[in-house]
């Protein structure tokens, strides 16, 4: 029996959630005795009044498009994977690796090195915590929490020894080499005359998180694996006996969404740092969850949430340039968004169905319902 | 390794083990009620802060600790709210209190005191005082007994004591009480108990509760008994730890103890490398020393060191079936 | 019988769930000292309507009379003061609480445990020698039996000083010699004093137990009749609305060539417990062999070996050829290409995703095949068309292969798994429940579709925990317990005394044996069984 309709649920759920935690949020801001309208304004117009301000946004939102794609597809075979932070860490390194001490003789084909580099590592990451899953039963959620522990340590050890460059003070590997440099939309856009995202970081990497958003979309409602992945989502002991191996599902869903956090580092490392510096992942893996749970774990959702939360990102460093409040602002923001979307859903969800049931035609006939796409 | 040395290593290991002995006991009402709890870590922090804020302002330690206490049951309420009567899941809510618990705490220490979201330096009656138990001056003298008296036992602060004692009573209360029959029944069970005409909801609701006041307690301890004041993420994972042990523990009080003291002995270690490299005539890299807890709680959430069943109804919101 | 206040009186109950209605304008009087039975198909709302009673559901309309005083039962707390004690179908013990922490849960004197648990044992062990409820009160709920486990809820009501007792489809789980017990005690009770409701879809026991049934079909009352005054021919009616065939219309099979052979089969759960103790048996082409047995002695570890979803030792061919059992052809995918189709006992769990559209689930388990996948891709729009024409054979209503499966009502959810398994045309058929939770239309389409298949030479294992359907379909009949075949027996020449005999563990059918050995019997399998656990 279906409650409502389906737009209301894809639609009308999220928006009504982030309204309340946009609601929250300035009553937040109002207790720290700033406006929040001007707040806002000044958010709007620091993160789409420019190209310039157009190119942080699209840079922090491709970054969120592969964490956020990264756990929608771990959602979608029932594993909570918080692992994404750690997973983009080791992204980070597999580039850092391949850009250092591979020679590339042109950008786009050390593109392609550095996202099979930036995939791998990532997937790896991702693979011990699957495995515990499949065989031991250790709970991914917990695992992949350690995993992030682990990795930053790991990272931390690296950055200040092995890859440190002899001479330097600070724990990052030095540059990668020009080959290695990706082409920014001020390179790709800017004319003669106009200059175009000047100075910002988003770069060609921002059409790469776009095709990952059509391939996801095609691996999870076109392809048996999707079929497999979300049948055994939707219930383990229903996929056993239709022959799907929990083990294999587990393993691989878990390493393309690892696959996928690690995706990042050809954004942020790759296309934006050049280099690999410590915390370079900031959070994104965290803010996958909140990208994901916004977007309903739909590829196309996640993009439209990961632009949301690229302006938040953005449109927060501004607000924290210009007045007192601090960029952990955006942390309670998005705390608050996936508190509403994921673990308060019903309480948004409940009033909308009476709302609906009582809207309804008594006597319902056998409605058509689309498939669930 | 000396005998003052590894007195000295054990008794920071009791003043770290403590902080994670509170959020692992509270994590222990929570689960063995049926909600599974990763916001341990956020309630902690929030009420570090709001201990340490409140203790700088009022320059009383215990007024501090009573808000503190007041932050985590507020997250605790959320928690209890997204999973007990909005049926919601329990994993996101406890993400999403830990998210929240970090950003709120920076944004209003920095609103109130502008110290980089840090609170100012704690200092006498704002913190938390060392105890002298009785006869020590007397006893100290004594070879071997003495020092462990004066130095492991004696001198730690108030929560430590508390920590130490909570364990015997949650021990007491969980399987000599009538509320502790019931709540270990709704953990395992929510319909036997609803059928029996007790409510699910308000059981769940007071582990829930329990679970904020000792998070409370931990988080109070982190900051002006362990620390001076409060810094930015001063968690640092110790909510995670304490699950961690949750699990290593079976979700047994005693055990809880031992798997608490465990991780506080490896916390300790790691800050003295010296020791270290004295016992084991190498030098181990800090960073393995910071990663050692967490790569041991993934060894035992494999089950290599012995298997651990949970409470059959954890993480299950209770829906009513005939 | 000389009291003329009811014990219980509802007065035009009615209860919907969203637009289905549940309970339409429902009233009945329950006299008391008497056990009351209330019979009806699956989702006639009977559960619904002792629901309300029991206060889990709050009811739209209509008032509650307890020994003719209107009482508002807003909770458990409420029915459970108000004299009312339920058993319910699916125990609601704590696994791991022993049985005295069980009886005492909800009951306690005090705060402190102790005293109320001494209480309870003295009182126990007064219940005990009252009624023939005999048990250990330190044993845990996981370490014994379901019978005893129904017992252990029996004395929860009774230790609440419960003068009403309410009990929901006991007999499913149980032997018909623990029946037989059951209702012992509740013949007891009854001349105690106390008031029985019992609620049921078998006509047997209704006949043999109750002193007025009443009986309801779509959520409404039809008829309220003295026991003695009727009859299951009657009975069946009233609950159906029209006549039915209690009987399958079948030739006589002609069994061919072996198809499948068990031999020595067995498996270890993973706790350790030996749940099939050394399997064999043997099915021919056109032949149905039913195995017949009371839920939980194997039946269902016996599926799922066969079906590919369980790891044993031991060996099985199908057709003359072996099948990997353990190792990475032991899989679901590897038996359906070798021609093993399975309808599962459970299709909420198994059977279907019900959060999938019917066409998503008709592919389900065979959408690996050539003809839905092009390349790395599904043919969905195959697969709808597939779908779409299966539901149209099979008569699934509403015909609409985009519905989710959980929107399709309990036989129309069977028909699409049993359409989907059966139009394989597979070698063998592996059926568990093919009428659980079925209304009477789709049992007997269900039923002739296994029949047509056997015609066709195919092999089918049907296993089901009605004896009613195991004896009207099989052309033979093997009867399990506790893990092993206890016998074969071919329909004409058995009945239920005897099956019931095998179902308790009992080989020696011939000779006349008493309750007290049966007894015996179960108790002593159920220690060595506990005792290897």
Redesign the interface.
């Known amino acids: 029996?279906?409650?409502m309709p389906q737009w209301a649920d894809v639609v009308l759920i999220p928006l009504i959630s982030l309204l309340l935690a946009a609601l929250l949020s300035a009553l937040v801001i109002l207790a720290i005795g700033e406006n929040p309208w001007s707040a806002l304004k000044l958010m709007v117009d620091g993160s789409m009044g420019s190209t310039y301000a157009w190119g942080y946004t699209l840079y922090y939102a491709t970054n969120f498009i592969f964490t956020g794609l990264a756990v929608a597809i771990a959602i979608h075979a029932r594993l909570f994977n918080i692992g994404g932070e750690g997973q983009a860490m080791l992204g980070g390194l597999g580039v850092a690796l391949i850009a250092l001490y591979i020679p590339w003789p042109h950008w786009s084909i050390a593109l392609l090195g550095g996202a099979v580099g930036a995939a791998l590592f990532g997937a790896a990451w991702a693979l011990i915590p699957a495995w515990l899953q499949a065989k031991r039963g250790s709970h991914i959620v917990i695992t992949t929490i350690m995993f992030n522990f682990i990795a930053a340590a790991l990272l931390n050890y690296l950055l200040i020894g092995a890859l440190k460059p002899s001479g330097s003070m600070e724990p990052a590997t030095g540059r990668f080499p020009e080959a290695t440099h990706l082409p920014t939309f001020q390179d790709m856009f800017s004319t003669a005359e106009t200059a175009l995202f000047r100075g910002a970081p988003v770069n060609v990497s921002f059409f790469v998180a776009l095709l990952a958003c059509v391939a996801v979309w095609?691996l999870i409602w076109?392809?048996?694996l999707g079929?497999?992945i979300?049948?055994f989502g939707?219930?383990e002991?229903?996929a056993?006996?239709?022959?799907?191996?929990p083990t294999r599902i587990i393993v691989v869903t878990m390493l393309i969404s690892g696959g996928l956090a690690g995706m990042m580092a050809i954004n942020n490392v790759m296309g934006e740092a050049e280099r690999l510096v410590l915390n370079a992942v900031e959070g994104a893996g965290f803010i996958g969850i909140a990208v994901a749970l916004m977007g309903r774990s739909h590829p196309f959702g996640v993009l439209l949430a990961a632009l949301l939360f690229g302006f938040l990102y953005q449109g927060g460093a501004e607000l924290a340039l210009w007045t007192s409040i601090p960029r952990e602002l955006i942390v309670v923001i998005q705390a608050l968004v996936i508190l509403f979307t994921g673990a308060l859903d019903n309480m948004v969800r409940m009033p909308l169905e009476a709302m609906f049931?009582r809207l309804r035609p008594a006597p319902?006939p056998?409605r058509?319902?689309?498939?669930?796409e | 390794m000396d005998f003052l040395t590894l007195l000295q290593v054990l008794d920071t290991t009791i003043r770290l083990a403590t902080p994670l002995l509170l959020a692992c006991l509270a994590g222990l009402f929570s689960e063995r009620a049926g909600i599974f709890d990763i916001g341990l870590e956020g309630k902690m922090l929030a009420s570090a802060f709001l201990t340490a804020a409140v203790a700088a302002v009022t320059g009383s330690v215990l007024i501090g600790t009573l808000a503190g206490i007041g932050a985590a049951l507020m997250l605790s309420g959320i928690h209890g709210l997204a999973s007990i009567t909005f049926r919601g899941n329990q994993l996101i809510s406890g993400v999403a209190i830990n998210f929240l618990a970090a950003g709120i705490t920076v944004v209003i220490a920095q609103s109130w005191f502008g110290q980089g979201g840090r609170t100012p330096q704690l200092s006498g009656n704002a913190r938390f005082e060392s105890i002298d138990l009785p006869f020590v001056s007397e006893i100290r003298d004594i070879p071997v007994l003495g020092p462990i008296y004066a130095e492991l036992i004696s001198g730690h602060t108030l929560l430590v004591y508390v920590g130490l004692l909570m364990v015997p009573l949650t021990w007491w209360v969980l399987?000599?009480?009538?509320?502790?029959?019931?709540l270990?029944?709704v953990g395992?069970?929510p319909?036997?108990?609803?059928?029996?005409?007790?409510s699910v909801v308000g059981l769940r609701f007071a582990a829930v509760a329990i679970c904020g006041l000792l998070t409370g307690l931990a988080g109070a301890y982190l900051s002006t008994g362990l620390q001076a004041g409060f810094v930015k993420d001063m968690t640092a994972g110790r909510g995670y730890i304490a699950l961690a042990a949750l699990i290593f523990a079976k979700w047994r009080p005693w055990y809880a103890l031992g798997a608490c003291l465990l991780f506080g002995f490896l916390q300790a270690i790691a800050l003295r490398p010296d020791v270290i490299e004295g016992t084991l005539g190498f030098e181990v890299g800090v960073q393995l020393l910071d990663a050692l807890p967490y790569i041991l709680t993934v060894v035992i959430l494999a089950g290599f060191v012995g298997r651990a069943i949970p409470p059959?109804a954890g993480g299950e919101p209770y829906v009513?079936?005939? | 019988m000389t009291d003329h206040t009811p014990a219980i009186e509802l007065k035009g109950i009615s209860k919907a769930f969203?637009?289905v209605q549940a309970n339409k304008d429902i009233s009945i009087r329950v006299m008391p000292g008497t056990i009351h039975g209330i019979i009806g198909e699956n989702g006639a709302g009977k559960?619904?309507l002792m629901?309300i009673l029991?206060g889990?559901y709050k009811a739209d309309a209509g008032e509650i009379f307890i020994n003719g005083r209107l009482t508002q039962i807003p909770?458990?707390?409420?029915?459970?003061r108000a004299g009312i004690g339920?058993v319910?179908?699916?125990f609601?013990?704590?696994?791991?609480?022993t049985v005295l922490?069980?009886v005492?849960?909800?009951?306690?004197e005090?705060?402190?445990?102790?005293p109320?648990l001494a209480k309870a044992r003295r009182q126990l062990k007064q219940l005990a020698a009252e009624y023939e409820l005999n048990i250990d009160p330190d044993a845990r709920i996981e370490d014994i039996g379901v019978g005893m486990q129904q017992r252990v809820e029996i004395l929860?009501a009774l230790y609440r000083q419960a003068d009403i007792l309410i009990l929901?489809e006991p007999t499913g789980v149980l032997t018909p010699a623990e029946a037989d017990h059951l209702f012992r005690i509740l013949k007891g009770l009854r001349d105690q004093g106390k008031t029985i409701i019992l609620i049921t879809h078998k006509l047997r026991e209704i006949m043999e137990i109750t002193d007025t049934v009443s009986v309801m079909r779509r959520g409404e009352m039809t008829a309220t009749v003295q026991t003695a005054e009727t009859s299951p021919p009657e009975l069946a009616e009233l609950m159906v609305g029209r006549k039915v065939l209690l009987q399958v219309e079948k030739a006589p099979a002609t069994p061919g060539k072996t198809i499948l052979e068990v031999e020595n089969l067995r498996v270890i759960d993973s706790k350790g417990v030996e749940r099939l103790r050394g399997i064999g048996i043997e099915i021919r082409a056109g032949e149905i062999l039913g195995l017949a047995g009371v839920a939980g002695n194997g039946q269902s570890e016996l599926l799922e070996v066969l079906?590919?979803?369980r790891k044993a030792k031991g060996k099985v061919r199908l057709n003359g050829e072996e099948i990997d059992l353990t190792g990475s052809k032991s899989?679901?995918?590897?038996?359906?290409a070798r021609g093993i189709a399975?309808v599962?006992e459970?299709r909420h769990?198994?059977?279907?995703?019900?959060?999938?559209?019917a066409?998503?689930n008709v592919?389900?388990?065979y959408?690996?095949k050539p003809e839905f996948?092009k390349g790395?891709?599904?043919d969905?729009a195959a697969i709808k068309a597939d779908a779409a024409a299966k539901m149209e054979r099979f008569d699934v209503r509403?015909p609409?292969p985009?519905?989710?499966a959980?929107?399709f009502s309990g036989g129309n959810q069977q028909k699409i798994v049993v359409a989907r398994e059966i139009e394989r045309n597979p070698d063998l058929l592996l059926i568990g429940q093919p009428t659980r939770g079925v209304d009477i239309g789709a049992i007997e389409f269900i039923h002739e579709q296994i029949v047509a298949l056997r015609d066709m030479g195919k092999a089918v294992l049907l296993v089901s925990v009605e004896l009613d359907e195991i004896l009207s379909l099989s052309d033979r009949i093997a009867v399990m317990f506790d893990g092993q075949i206890m016998g074969e027996r071919l329909p004409s020449e058995t009945d239920e005394r005897e099956l019931g005999l095998l179902m308790a563990g009992i080989t020696d059918t011939d000779k006349p044996h008493s309750e007290a050995e049966i007894e015996a019997n179960l108790a002593k399998k159920r220690a060595s069984a506990a005792k290897e656990a």
């Open positions: 029996m279906q409650k095609a076109r392809t048996r079929y497999e979300r049948a939707q219930s002991s229903a056993k006996y239709a022959g799907i191996s049931l319902k056998a058509k319902t689309e498939p669930a | 399987f000599r009480t009538r509320f502790g029959l019931r270990r029944a395992e069970n319909a036997a108990v609803d059928t029996a005409g007790i059959r009513k079936e005939r | 969203g637009p559960s619904t629901s029991y889990f909770d458990s707390q409420a029915a459970i339920m319910f179908q699916h609601k013990l704590v696994q791991n609480f922490e069980n005492v849960l909800g009951a306690e005090g705060a402190m445990l102790r109320s929860k929901d079906g590919g979803y899989d679901a995918r590897t038996r359906r399975h599962p459970d769990h198994e059977g279907l995703i019900l959060d999938f559209t066409w998503e592919a389900f388990g959408h690996d996948n790395v891709f599904m969905n509403p609409n985009n519905l989710a959980k929107n």
